[in-house]
């Protein structure tokens, strides 16, 4: 059964920085696209950034030149890298990724969540 562990979430000032980390288990055939959301009280869920098991890349206009995507295959690791965090970021950042099966099938997962919070 696929798990996934999130890592490096907390508190930091304006302008400080963090790394949020996902490991994917119990995923034999592997693992497809990766991604990473967010949550802010009251709002919608929303798409901070992708990336294809190729290496495709999608950001939200609203982190470009900020935050960084990346991942390690062998690893089954999607890592975020937040630069010039500003209050606005504050959410609940959430991992998804897309688990490969039998027969060319695919079932999609969610992380547990880990807060950022970002405030003076």
């Known amino acids: 059964q696929v798990q996934l562990v999130e890592s490096g979430g907390g508190l930091v000032q304006p302008g400080g920085s963090l790394r949020l980390s996902c490991v994917a288990s119990?995923?034999?055939?592997?693992?497809?696209?990766m991604g990473w959301y967010r949550q802010a009280p009251g709002k919608q869920r929303e798409l901070v950034a992708s990336?294809?098991?190729?290496?495709?890349?999608a950001y939200a206009d609203s982190v470009k030149g900020r935050f960084t995507i990346s991942r390690d295959n062998a690893k089954n690791t999607v890592s975020l890298q937040m630069n010039s965090l500003k209050p606005e970021d504050t959410a609940v950042y959430y991992c998804?990724?897309?688990?490969?099966?039998?027969?060319?099938?695919?079932?999609?997962?969610w992380g547990q969540g880990t807060q950022v919070t970002v405030s003076s």
């Open positions: 990336i294809s098991r190729g290496g495709t890349i």
């Open positions: 119990g995923s034999p055939f592997g693992v497809g696209d």
């Open positions: 998804n990724l897309e688990n490969l099966e039998v027969f060319g099938s695919s079932s999609r997962y």
